[in-house]
């Protein structure tokens, strides 16, 4: 079964930069789509960015110009990149890949806790 470790979730200070890290236990080329989501408390969970195989990008419109999103195929991991980090990012982020297929099978990583302070 896939399994995923992520790694690079702390806490830093309004306008700092984190990258979090997804190494899975699975070959890229066996993965659709990889997507980032983050979800703070009492709020609904949101994606946050997403990368295909071609690779095509998608972000959130909230993180658009200061997160990006990119894979490593010889590594199998995924990154996000966080860059102008606001009080609003602070969340829970998980790292979620969906296998090739109709429909693709669904994993997810444990998460990873971002605080950004004032």
């Known amino acids: 079964q896939v399994q995923l470790v992520e790694s690079g979730g702390g806490l830093v200070q309004a306008g700092g930069s984190l990258r979090l890290s997804c190494a899975a236990s699975?070959?890229?080329?066996?993965?659709?789509?990889i997507n980032w989501y983050r979800q703070a408390p009492g709020k609904q969970r949101e994606l946050v960015a997403a990368?295909?195989?071609?690779?095509?990008?998608n972000y959130g419109d909230s993180v658009k110009g200061r997160f990006t999103i990119s894979r490593d195929n010889a590594k199998n991991t995924a990154y996000l990149q966080m860059n102008s980090l606001k009080p609003e990012d602070t969340a829970v982020y998980y790292c979620?890949?969906?296998?090739?297929?109709?429909?693709?099978?669904?994993?997810w990583g444990q998460g990873t806790q971002v605080t950004v302070s004032s």
């Open positions: 979620n890949l969906v296998t090739a297929g109709i429909p693709g099978r669904s994993y």
């Open positions: 699975v070959n890229f080329f066996r993965i659709n789509a």
């Open positions: 990368i295909t195989s071609g690779p095509n990008t």
